[in-house]
T-cell receptor, first 112, second 114 residues
């Protein structure tokens, strides 16, 4: 049982490039989330999904897009990378709202 | 505004010593409060969960307490070990209908020295 798997673990992007952060979970959780963690700050919600085909914006969605075509996968897309998107990104899933969140290992992204 | 504040920001203790981390929140009403442990370079992992009606919850050497009247929680670590070196994050889940938001504190970074 792998839990939540994120790829890649590290990435350096140039300004204006695009990339997709992959997230997959094998716990059959309906709820999935993308967070970013900046130094000295609490995790901020970027996007979330309550089930396949349903996504919604969190606190800091600008510059990002998501899709949820299956229960297992919840990729995060950066279209035009900016230095402000330098951060550590975490994907998480829960069986229901308010339940224990299971996190991936994170993706450390640097935009230069 | 729903907020979760933690103190201290960082803490250094010697192996074998006890310590207590604090969490103050303004989230109301809330469904539950969790403490997560985040090792360097890893995602957070849940340590304890308490509902608003619970006062204390233990998980091995970790004991969390909750005072819903003063909106405070604490995490007490007994007989610290080197492996306790990590960030500890307090997370509150609001009960507001339709919200899927978890309110995260900024964390306390604990360093245990040999």
């Amino acid at each position: 049982n792998a839990g939540v798997t994120q790829t890649p673990k590290f990435r350096i992007l140039k300004i204006g490039q695009s990339m997709t952060l992959q997230c997959t979970q094998d716990m059959n959780h309906n709820y999935m989330y993308w967070y970013r963690q900046d130094p000295g700050m609490g995790l901020k919600l970027i996007y979330y999904s309550v089930g396949a085909g349903i996504t919604d914006k969190g606190e800091v969605p600008n510059g990002y897009n998501v899709s949820r075509s299956t229960t297992e996968d919840f990729p995060l897309r950066l279209e035009l990378a900016a230095p402000s998107q330098t951060s550590v990104y975490f994907c998480a899933s829960t069986v229901r709202t308010g339940a224990e969140a299971f996190f991936g290992q994170g993706t450390r992204l640097t935009v230069v | 505004k729903n907020q979760v504040e933690q103190s201290p920001q960082s803490l250094i203790i010697l192996e074998g010593k006890n310590c207590t981390l604090q969490c103050n929140y303004t989230v109301s009403p809330f469904s539950n409060l969790r403490w997560y442990k985040q090792d360097t370079g890893r995602g957070p992992v849940s340590l304890t969960i308490m509902t608003f009606s619970e006062n204390t919850k233990s998980n091995g050497r970790y004991t969390a307490t909750l005072d819903a009247d003063t909106k405070q929680s604490s995490l007490h670590i007994t007989a610290s070990q080197l492996s306790d070196s990590a960030s500890y994050i307090c997370v509150v889940s609001p009960t507001t209908s339709g919200t899927y938001k978890y309110i995260f504190g900024t964390g306390t970074r604990l360093k245990v020295l040999a």
